[in-house]
C-alpha cells in the first residue's frame, strides 16, 4: 500500500512538470509586451511631407508639414471576451510623423493571452483632464515641449494637422492649420475601436506588432466634407480650430485609423 502511495506521489509529481514546463515553452503566464505602430498615409498613398496629395474630393491639393496627434486610454481585448487597460497614468503618447520613434507605442506588462482587438483614444478624455493641470503635470509638460498644448482653460491639442493647399481657386500655395481639442462645451475626444486581423499573441517570448495604417485625407475628406477654400479668411490661411467645423472633424478620426496586420514573431 505505502508503496503504492509513493508511486502514485511520483506519478503526480512528474504530471505537474510537464505542465509546468508546456506553459513555461508556449510563453503564457505572467506578463509580456506589445507595440502598436502607426503609418501615416494620405488617401491610400505615402506620406511625404512638402510633396503634393491627390486631389481631395473638394478637389484640393495639400502639401502637408507636420501631423501630430495625442493616443490614450489604450484597452485590449481578449478572444474570451476579458479586457486589459493599459494603466491609464502611462496611456498617453504623441505620435509624430516627424519622430520616428514616436510612431511605435511600446505596451509594456501586459498580461499573456491571445488579443482579438484594441480600442484607443485620440485625444485626452474628460476624466483625465478634469484631475486639472497637477493631476496630468507630467503629460502637460510633455504635451506643452511637443506643441500640443494651448493654455490650461483650452487644454491640449488632440490632433494638430498642417500645410499649405491649392484648389480651383486659390492658386497659390496657402497655409492651413487643423487643431482639435476642447473647444467651449464640445470635448471632441475620439474613440477608436478596430478589430485584429490575426489575434496578437502576448507571450514571454513573443511580443507582437499591430500596425496600423493611418489615412490623413480622413480629416478633412471622410463622412464630414471639410472645404479648405471655404475656410480661407480673406486670403490669411485656412485656420479650423473651433466652431462648427471641429466636431465635424472629430467624428471623421473615427474612420482615419485600419489594421493593416499583426505580427507574431519571436523575441
Not at 234 to 249: D, E, F, R, Y
Request: proline share 3%.
Amino acid at each position: 500500500m505505502k508503496k503504492n502511495i509513493v508511486k502514485a506521489v511520483a506519478i503526480l509529481a512528474m504530471a505537474l512538470t510537464v505542465v509546468s514546463c508546456s506553459k513555461s515553452d508556449d510563453g503564457l503566464g505572467g506578463n509580456g509586451n506589445l507595440k502598436v505602430q502607426f503609418e501615416n498615409g494620405f488617401a491610400d498613398n505615402e506620406l511625404v511631407f512638402g510633396s503634393p496629395t491627390v486631389p481631395t474630393s473638394q478637389n484640393e491639393v495639400l502639401k502637408i508639414t507636420s501631423i501630430k496627434y495625442i493616443v490614450s486610454n489604450v484597452v485590449l481585448t481578449k478572444t474570451d471576451g476579458t479586457t486589459f487597460t493599459y494603466p491609464k497614468s502611462q496611456s498617453y503618447f504623441i505620435v509624430d510623423e516627424a519622430n520616428a520613434s514616436s510612431l511605435v507605442l511600446n505596451l509594456n506588462t501586459v498580461p499573456t493571452g491571445d488579443y482579438k482587438s484594441i480600442k484607443f483614444g485620440i485625444g485626452v478624455d474628460k476624466a483625465q483632464y478634469d484631475l486639472g493641470q497637477t493631476g496630468i503635470a507630467d503629460f502637460w509638460v510633455t504635451a506643452q515641449n511637443d506643441g500640443m498644448t494651448w493654455d490650461w482653460a483650452s487644454g491640449f491639442k488632440f490632433l494638430a494637422f498642417e500645410g499649405t493647399f491649392t484648389s480651383p481657386t486659390v492658386t497659390q500655395d496657402t497655409s492651413f492649420m487643423i487643431h482639435t481639442g476642447k473647444t467651449g462645451t464640445d470635448y471632441n475626444y475620439t474613440e477608436i475601436n478596430l478589430n485584429l486581423p490575426t489575434n496578437a499573441l502576448v507571450r514571454s517570448n513573443i511580443t507582437p506588432q499591430i500596425h496600423l495604417s493611418t489615412d490623413l485625407s480622413q480629416i478633412i475628406d471622410g463622412t464630414n466634407k471639410i472645404s479648405l477654400t471655404a475656410n480661407n479668411s480673406m486670403g490669411m490661411g485656412a485656420m479650423i480650430m473651433g466652431g462648427t467645423n471641429l466636431p465635424l472633424i472629430s467624428a471623421n478620426l473615427v474612420n482615419m485609423f485600419a489594421v493593416e496586420h499583426v505580427h507574431n514573431d519571436p523575441n
